[in-house]
C-alpha cells in the first residue's frame, strides 16, 4: 500500500503494536497501511458514508486482512466501544468537525493511550481541545502534498491539568496556532507556510484599508491580529 505524503506523515506517528480506530476511513488505506506494515496489531475503519465504507471493505478483503481490520459505519466513534482502540485516528477532516468527533466520543478518547490527528483547518482548536482534555503533544510534523499545507498532530494522554489563563496570553496562543514543537525545532515547512501567510495578510489589510468601511474596518483589525501572531511565529526563525 503506497499513501499520499500527508497519509504517509499520519501513519508515522502510531506507536507500533496499537489498536487503532481509523475514523473517517474513507477507503481504508490507513488501516491497511498500519496492518500490513505491523504498525497496529488490529483496526475499526469507520465512516460515516455508506459508499466509501463499502470500498473500504472490498480494498480490506482485496488485501486479505479481513480478520484484522473491522470496517463500521459510524458517525465519528459512535459505534467504536470505549477502550477497543488505544489509538485513535482522525485525518482530512476540518478542525471544528474533529473537535466535536472527540467531543462526542468523549469516552472512547479518554480510554485511548493516544491520538494522531490531520486536521486541514482551525488546528488551533484541535491544540487547544487537547489540552483540555489532559493530552501532551509529543510529536508534530508538516507537510506539503499537491501544493497544499498539512500538519499532523501527535498527542498522549498523559491527564495533564489544564490552565486556562496560559492558554489566553499571546505565546500561547502563537503556539497554538502553529505549534509549539514546530516552532521550537524550526521546521521548515512551517517557515515557508508563515512567509506566505504574512504575504496574504498584507495584501488582505491593504485591500481592506482602500475600500474602508465600518464592517472593513472590523476585519482589518483583525488580520492586523493575526499578522501580529505571524510575526512572532517567524522570530523563531531568526
Avoid: W
Amino acid at each position: 500500500m503506497h499513501l499520499s505524503k500527508r497519509l504517509q506523515m499520519v501513519t508515522d506517528c502510531v506507536t507500533k503494536g496499537s489498536t487503532v480506530a481509523d475514523v473517517g476511513c474513507d477507503h481504508a488505506y490507513i488501516s491497511i497501511y498500519l496492518v500490513e506494515n505491523k504498525i497496529a496489531t488490529s483496526t475499526v475503519a469507520l465512516d460515516i458514508n455508506k459508499g466509501p465504507l463499502e470500498r473500504a471493505a472490498i480494498n480490506v478483503k482485496d488485501y486479505g486482512y479481513e480478520d484484522r481490520i473491522t470496517t463500521r459505519l459510524s458517525d465519528g466513534l459512535q459505534k467504536l466501544q470505549p477502550g477497543e482502540a488505544d489509538s485513535i485516528v482522525i485525518a482530512g477532516i476540518g478542525g471544528e468537525l474533529m473537535v466535536r468527533i472527540l467531543s462526542e466520543g468523549d469516552a472512547c478518547v479518554k480510554a485511548a493511550k493516544e491520538v494522531v490527528l490531520q486536521p486541514q483547518s482551525e488546528v488551533d482548536k484541535v491544540r487547544r481541545y487537547l489540552h483540555k482534555l489532559g493530552f501532551k503533544i509529543v510529536q508534530e510534523n508538516m507537510c506539503i502534498d499537491d501544493g497544499k499545507f498539512y500538519v499532523v498532530i501527535h498527542a498522549m494522554n498523559e491527564g495533564i491539568m489544564y490552565d486556562e489563563t496560559v492558554e489566553s496570553t499571546i505565546e500561547r496562543r502563537v503556539e497554538n496556532k502553529f505549534g509549539a514543537l514546530l516552532l521550537a525545532q524550526k521546521h521548515p515547512i512551517l517557515e515557508k507556510y508563515l512567509e506566505k501567510e504574512k504575504k496574504t495578510t498584507q495584501i488582505i489589510i491593504e485591500n481592506l484599508k482602500a475600500n474602508e468601511s465600518e464592517k472593513n474596518k472590523i476585519r482589518q483589525e483583525q488580520m492586523e491580529e493575526e499578522l501580529v501572531m505571524i510575526e512572532k511565529a517567524l522570530e523563531f526563525f531568526q
